[in-house]
């Protein structure tokens, strides 16, 4: 195999010439592409562009499983003028960074890329990159959709027509629980974020990361390892981010944003909570709740509680913390963060949640005091059998 320049162009455009390739002109590396045959004898291809690479540090080189479908995912870009973005509802910084950085990449290269999140986006996540654009574009019919860091379609919320109605739909994610819901599924439970997984595929794509998907990229990362503190920090993941950080990404205004930008109302509905701690099983499990009359006198948003729970994750000898948020009369939101012998996944999903072995959370449709009845009932069982 090799890359030739295609002449009578300012951009750099390049074409793979393998014999395999000649033989079958439907290889997703020749101009003439199928859905979704791709060439066995190259492990990536370069999209055509404007100007100059500059090549990143091979600090952390995409994993051989995001190379591997890397290629038949660039087909569903290369087709289409439009890509949606779609995150989760009640987004956070993995969903949002994923979406944006796909979005801030792909657009130098003369992609439109809506982003769409299910409202209300918390406002937590004012100081990502392009966080303006969110919802302020409305995709095409028929534009195939990236969605990210969702488990199920049901995850987008609002957006979830979007989702079920698209032609083609790719799905990127680290959930445990994902249920591979999509067109093309790029799941993988060990990348530290989905993030991880967009700068996996960006690499291997050897598409420009310009600063600010790279900033976003790597808050998606700082968040989702608890600021590199949580046991999904890999090696890969530190890699990722040292790499990030050398194509432009801002470390100190995206720990300053996730760590040190909380609003004073923040603070008053953190002092309910931790007022209102309850210490069970030798401190080894402890929960608090705090209601919409305690969020209504502090000035603070059901979004903002969900900083609280790693406040009650701190304890030494701690197995479990939970929160619960009344989000309405009859809707409470659970957060669960664990640490050795509880998998918080596995008990989110016994409440219809989900999410990751340490991390974890579900929405009851049930009102504060009963949903803390039923699931402390079920915690406190799994308690006793550890003892």
């Avoid at 918080?344 to 999410?355: D, Q, T």
Wanted: proline share 6%; aromatic share 6%.
């Amino acid at each position: 195999m090799a890359w030739i320049t295609r002449k009578g162009s300012s951009a750099a455009s390049w074409v793979c010439v393998c014999r395999t390739c000649a033989s079958r002109p439907t290889c997703i590396f020749s101009s003439t592409r199928a859905w979704p045959t791709a060439c066995g004898s190259a492990s990536f291809y370069v999209k055509f562009r404007k100007g100059n690479q500059t090549p990143a540090a091979e600090l952390a080189p995409p994993r051989p499983e995001v190379a591997e479908l890397a290629p038949r995912i660039w087909q569903v870009i290369d087709d289409a003028p439009v890509v949606t973005a779609v995150t989760h509802k009640d987004a956070d910084g993995d969903t949002l960074g994923s979406a944006l950085a796909l979005a801030l990449a792909l657009e130098p290269i003369g992609k439109s890329v809506p982003v769409l999140s299910s409202p209300p986006v918390p406002g937590a996540w004012w100081f990502l990159p392009g966080i303006e654009r969110v919802n302020r574009q409305a995709p095409p019919r028929g534009t195939p959709v990236f969605i990210f860091d969702a488990s199920d379609a049901s995850r987008a919320g609002a957006y979830e027509p979007v989702v079920t109605q698209a032609r083609v739909v790719v799905n990127v994610d680290h959930h445990v629980s994902n249920t591979r819901f999509a067109t093309l599924n790029l799941v993988l439970t060990d990348a530290a974020s989905t993030g991880e997984l967009v700068y996996d595929l960006l690499k291997a794509w050897k598409i420009d990361i310009p600063p600010g998907a790279a900033s976003n990229l790597y808050a998606t990362i700082l968040s989702d390892t608890g600021g590199f503190r949580h046991e999904n920090t890999s090696g890969h993941a530190l890699r990722a981010a040292a790499e990030l950080v050398q194509l432009g990404a801002d470390p100190v205004m995206i720990a300053r944003g996730l760590f040190k930008s909380r609003p004073a109302s923040s603070l008053r509905m953190q002092g309910r909570i931790l007022q209102g701690l309850h210490y069970e099983f030798g401190d080894r499990l402890v929960w608090g709740s705090i209601s919409q009359s305690g969020l209504r006198d502090s000035g603070a948003t059901t979004d903002q509680a969900d900083s609280a729970i790693d406040q009650l994750n701190t304890l030494r000898d701690q197995e479990l913390a939970i929160l619960f948020k009344e989000a309405g009369p009859r809707v409470t939101k659970v957060s669960i963060r664990s640490r050795d012998r509880i998998d918080a996944a596995e008990l989110a999903a016994r409440f219809g949640g989900g999410g990751h072995k340490r991390a974890a959370g579900m929405e009851l449709a049930l009102p504060l005091k009963e949903a803390e009845a039923r699931v402390l009932a079920e915690v406190r069982g799994r308690m006793n059998d550890l003892e």
